[in-house]
């Protein structure tokens, strides 16, 4: 039964996950004083143990971690995980996406379709024995900007007419890197359009995916890249200080 509910959701998932494998950490919601604007605040505040470091993390407006306390999206996440922790090495440290659309996860729409996450966002750590990278931000990005078309080819693998862009974009944050690709879910096409970028928080490795999948997208490539590079800055601007 669980795997049915969830089922659509997971797919939406897959692209933007495929050859990341992942395993599950457990990530500590800030405390409640942390959240004047009320409850929205809550899901979008999240603090992630690196190593012996916890790193203060915040999804973009309109969109909620996925709670692993909540019975459903705990079942989304775990699903992911199990697919997908035999593709890689990395750690997922969380799992963002459209606020409403992680309250429909299951749900029937009007058209008799299970709902599933549309607009998702991905964390995930590249070092899993707990150690920083041992040099400066600079020169972490130099290093994975030569990396990132092999490291987004590898998530792409397995899907329909992927293309990734030959050149990405570059901040003093971080490097991104734009793709398109096509999946099929319950037997209907769909297009994904993403970004995937890498970045130093304190030190340690994080890369972060946003996706917007859709059977006619309402969000293009450049959208994904100007939100990237605003949720970057945010994330460097969080966690510069210990």
């Not at 500590?28 to 809550?42: K, N, R, T, V």
């Not at 993403?194 to 917007?212: E, I, Q």
Request: include cysteine; glycine fraction near 10%.
């Amino acid at each position: 039964m669980k795997k049915t509910l969830f089922k659509n959701a997971v797919s939406a998932l897959c692209l933007v996950a495929a050859g990341i494998g992942l395993v599950a950490v457990m990530a500590s919601p800030a405390p409640a004083q942390y959240y004047p604007g009320g409850p929205l605040d809550w899901r979008r505040t999240l603090f992630a143990p690196f190593g012996q470091t916890t790193l203060h993390l915040e999804a973009p407006l309109g969109m909620c971690f996925l709670d692993q306390t909540d019975p459903v999206e705990a079942g989304a996440i775990n699903l992911i995980r199990d697919e997908l922790k035999a593709k890689s090495k990395q750690t997922l440290v969380a799992v963002f996406a459209d606020c409403m659309q992680i309250a429909g996860i299951g749900k029937i729409s009007a058209d008799g379709e299970s709902k599933g996450l549309g607009d998702v966002g991905l964390v995930t750590w590249l070092n899993e024995r707990g150690e920083r990278a041992g040099m400066d931000r600079e020169a972490y990005l130099d290093l994975r900007e030569g990396t990132m078309q092999n490291y987004t080819r590898a998530g792409l693998a397995g899907y329909l007419n992927p293309v990734i862009d030959t050149d990405g974009r570059r901040t003093a944050d971080g490097v991104t890197l734009g793709f398109t690709a096509e999946t099929e879910i319950s037997y209907q096409k769909y297009k994904t359009i993403g970004v995937s970028s890498a970045t130093l928080l304190r030190g340690f490795p994080v890369d972060f995916t946003m996706t917007h999948t859709a059977k006619k997208p309402t969000k293009d490539k450049e959208e994904l890249y100007d939100l990237m590079d605003k949720f970057l800055a945010q994330q460097v601007a969080l966690n510069a200080t210990e």
